[in-house]
């Protein structure tokens, strides 16, 4: 099995009926998933860098792993089953005993939207790089629609 991953960064966010289709890739490649409306808007908001008045779900997670001296050190998508991704949450902690990694399973929406908070970087395993449809014409002429 290949462990090797790529760095992917958000390409776009759009709305949908059932909503919203997330755009994930790189130079080479975009390829999109599929989240509900609120964390969809959570996704767009960290993207631009946008702060709610109160704190949402994503910043008291962010919150409580600085409170306990982790902090997120990468996101990896390392799965899709059936249009069904999987993603892998890497914290980093230090404490008096020592420095310990921990690696959590997590649903990649909530963790591209740590990602995006934190600052962090977001990869995709190459097996799932592999694995997914090149949506990178269709993303290009979305883009080109908006703008007409």
């Known amino acids: 099995m290949d462990h090797s991953v790529r760095q992917i960064s958000i390409k776009g966010v759009m709305p949908t009926s059932n909503g919203c289709a997330v755009f994930l890739g790189n130079d080479e490649k975009t390829f999109v998933i599929y989240v509900d409306q609120g964390i969809g808007t959570a996704i767009q908001r960290a993207a631009n860098g ?7 779900t994503h910043d008291l997670m962010v919150t409580m792993l600085d409170g306990l ?12 089953e059936e249009s069904t991704f999987y993603a892998r949450l890497i914290l980093s902690m230090e404490n008096e005993l020592g420095h310990k990694i921990i690696e959590l399973d997590a649903r990649p929406s ?16 190459q097996d799932v ?4 449809d090149d949506m990178t014409e269709i993303l290009a002429q979305i883009l080109k629609q908006n703008q007409d």
């Open 50 to 56: 946008e702060q709610a008045e109160r704190p949402l």
């Open 69 to 80: 001296g982790a902090e997120v050190e990468r996101i990896v998508i390392n799965d899709v």
């Open 110 to 125: 909530d963790s591209i939207v740590l990602a995006l908070t934190t600052q962090k970087p977001l990869y995709v395993s």
């Open 129 to 132: 790089w592999e694995r997914v």
